[in-house]
């Protein structure tokens, strides 16, 4: 078990910029959620995954948020035209199944986000 | 939908001192309740979990907690504060299978000496 891994875990780019994160979740996990964390704030609920498929994605933030997990696997998370609010930790997090049946969420360190 | 308010910001307690962290939740049925923990620099981690049963629930680290239906709450407790536990803390609730965990804004545990 080597745990989540979240690559990179830092991240500054400019304005205007598309940004690419990449989320390894625990091997055999079927679920993979993406979160979003701002300064003295919880954690955001982004979206999730069911294998390969996106299963809830109404509470990504706006149209120039995308997730995929192409293969059941990793996951990648896309911002589009980046803007200084879209600035935070991202949070990827993975389960054997959902927390409903009793799973547990194991996190990842997260990407930290700058957008100059 | 299932939203979770934590009431206090910021919690300052004497080492040794006992602690409880308020967590509210509202949704309509039994909640999947949780608490998280968050030092700096490192990840969440999963302090215990309720889903059913009994309403009294032991995690890690020495802390407990109680869920009461009535009062829509799942308080966190703990007899006697360590240094270590300097942390932020966080309640989530899930609405049952097939959910995601929805996160409160968190409390900051400070301990002083």
């Known amino acids: 078990d080597t745990g989540v891994s979240q690559n990179p875990r830092h991240k500054i780019t400019k304005r205007g910029q598309n940004v690419t994160f990449r989320c390894d979740p625990i091997s055999e996990h079927n679920r993979l959620y993406w979160y979003r964390q701002t300064l003295g704030q919880g954690p955001e609920f982004l979206t999730y995954?069911?294998?390969?498929?996106?299963?809830?994605k109404s509470r990504l933030l706006s149209d120039r948020f995308s997730a995929e997990r192409p293969k059941g696997s990793f996951s990648t998370l896309e911002i589009q035209r980046t803007e200084q609010g879209d600035s935070a930790m991202y949070l990827c997090?993975?389960?054997?199944?959902?927390?409903?049946?009793?799973?547990?969420?194991?996190f990842g360190s997260g990407t930290q986000l700058s957008v100059l | 939908a299932q939203s979770v308010t934590q009431p206090d910001i910021h919690i300052t307690v004497s080492e040794g001192a006992s602690l409880e962290l308020r967590c509210n939740y509202s949704?309509?049925?039994?909640?999947?309740l949780f608490w998280y923990v968050q030092s700096p620099g490192q990840g969440l981690q999963l302090l215990l979990k309720?889903?059913?049963?009994?309403?009294l629930v032991q995690g890690i680290k020495g802390f407990e907690a109680e869920f009461k239906r009535s009062q829509s709450s799942f308080n966190l407790r703990k007899p006697s504060v360590h240094w270590s536990d300097a942390a932020e803390y966080f309640c989530?609730?899930?609405?049952?299978?097939?959910?995601?965990?929805?996160f409160g804004k968190g409390t900051t545990l400070s301990v002083s000496s």
């Open positions: 995954f069911q294998n390969e498929a996106q299963l809830e």
């Open positions: 997090a993975s389960s054997r199944e959902g927390v409903g049946a009793g799973e547990k969420l194991f």
């Open positions: 949704y309509g049925a039994t909640p999947y």
């Open positions: 989530a609730v899930a609405a049952g299978a097939g959910t995601a965990l929805i």
């Open positions: 309720y889903f059913s049963g009994d309403t």
